[in-house]
C-alpha cells in the first residue's frame, strides 16, 4: 500500500496494526509459542532444584511436654540421557510451532492492512457515487422545471410532469442508501483499528490515489510460496514429523540420572554445620 503514496491511507493502516485487537491476539499467541519452545528446550540439560523444609513438634510423655524441630536445605539434580533423540524432537516441533505461529501474525497482519485498505478505497468509492447522483439529481430538477414550463404552455401534457417527478425521486432517494452504506463502511473501519466510531477521525480522501506500475509478480510457485498461511502450513507439517519422531523414541527406555545433597539438623543455627 505504500506504492500508493497517499498519506491518509499509510496513517490508517498504521494505526490499525498498532491498535487492532485481533492482532493484539496473535502477538501474544506468538509469545506464548515462544515460550513453549525455551521449555521444550530446556529439558536438552539438567534440572536442578533447591530443597527446603522446617517442622514443628510438640509431644506430651510422661515426663512432660517436648519440642521436636527439624530442618532440612538441600540441591537436587537430574538429567536425562536423550539416547534416542526423544527431547530434541520435541524441541525442534516446539521451534517450528514457533516459526508457523510467527507466520500466522504476518498473516493476520497482512490481511488486516488489505481489509483497512479495502474499506478505505470502498468509502471514497461512495463518495464519488453520491457526488454523482448529486450532479444527476441536480440535471434531473433542471429539466423537470423545463417540463414544467412546457406544461405550462401546453406543450406537453401531465403525464410527462409525473414522469420526471419519479425520475427525480428515484435518483433522490438511492442517495441516503449510499451514505447509509459509507456509514456502514466507516463503523467497519473503526473495528478495524480497534476504536469505537465516534473516536475513529474522519477520511478526508474524496479521489482515488494513483495506481503506478504494479510490482512483478513472478511465477505463480513462487508468488505462492511467499504467502505466510502457506510458509505456516508447510511449518506445521515438518513439526507434526518431528512429533512423530519423538513419539517413537518415547516407545523406547529412557536412562534418567539423579543426584541429590542436603544438610539436616534439628535446630536452625547448626543446620551447616
Request: net charge negative.
Amino acid at each position: 500500500w505504500e506504492s500508493l503514496a497517499d498519506p491518509e491511507l499509510n496513517a490508517l493502516i498504521a494505526e490499525a496494526l498498532g491498535e487492532n485487537l485481533e492482532l493484539r491476539e496473535a502477538w501474544a499467541r506468538l509469545k506464548q509459542a515462544r515460550a513453549v519452545a525455551v521449555q521444550a528446550g530446556s529439558f536438552l540439560y539438567p534440572e536442578l532444584s533447591v530443597v527446603g523444609d522446617g517442622s514443628y513438634r510438640r509431644q506430651k510423655t510422661d515426663q512432660g511436654t517436648t519440642n521436636v524441630e527439624n530442618y532440612l536445605f538441600g540441591l537436587a539434580g537430574s538429567y536425562e540421557l536423550d539416547l534416542w533423540g526423544r527431547i530434541r524432537s520435541e524441541r525442534e516441533a516446539a521451534l517450528l510451532e514457533e516459526n508457523a505461529t510467527r507466520e500466522d501474525f504476518n498473516t493476520a497482519a497482512m490481511t488486516l492492512a488489505a481489509e483497512v485498505a479495502s474499506r478505505y478505497v470502498e468509502i471514497i468509492s461512495q463518495r464519488r457515487q453520491k457526488q454523482l447522483l448529486e450532479e444527476q439529481l441536480k440535471a434531473n430538477q433542471t429539466y423537470l422545471e423545463l417540463v414544467e414550463l412546457r406544461f405550462l404552455k401546453s406543450m406537453v401534457s401531465a403525464l410527462d410532469v409525473y414522469q420526471q417527478k419519479q425520475v427525480v425521486e428515484r435518483v433522490a432517494a438511492e442517495i441516503p442508501l449510499v451514505e447509509q452504506q459509507e456509514r456502514l463502511l466507516w463503523h467497519e473501519l473503526a473495528v478495524l483499528q480497534g476504536k469505537l466510531p465516534q473516536v475513529l477521525s474522519n477520511v478526508e480522501a474524496k479521489s482515488f490515489p494513483p495506481i503506478g506500475k504494479l510490482p512483478d509478480l513472478g511465477l505463480p510457485a513462487d508468488l505462492l510460496a511467499n504467502r505466510p498461511d502457506v510458509q505456516a502450513a508447510g511449518l506445521r507439517l515438518q513439526g507434526a514429523d518431528w512429533q512423530v519422531a519423538a513419539a517413537r523414541a518415547d516407545r523406547l527406555p529412557a536412562i534418567r540420572l539423579a543426584a541429590d545433597g542436603s544438610y539436616t539438623s534439628a535446630t536452625l543455627s547448626s543446620l551447616f554445620d
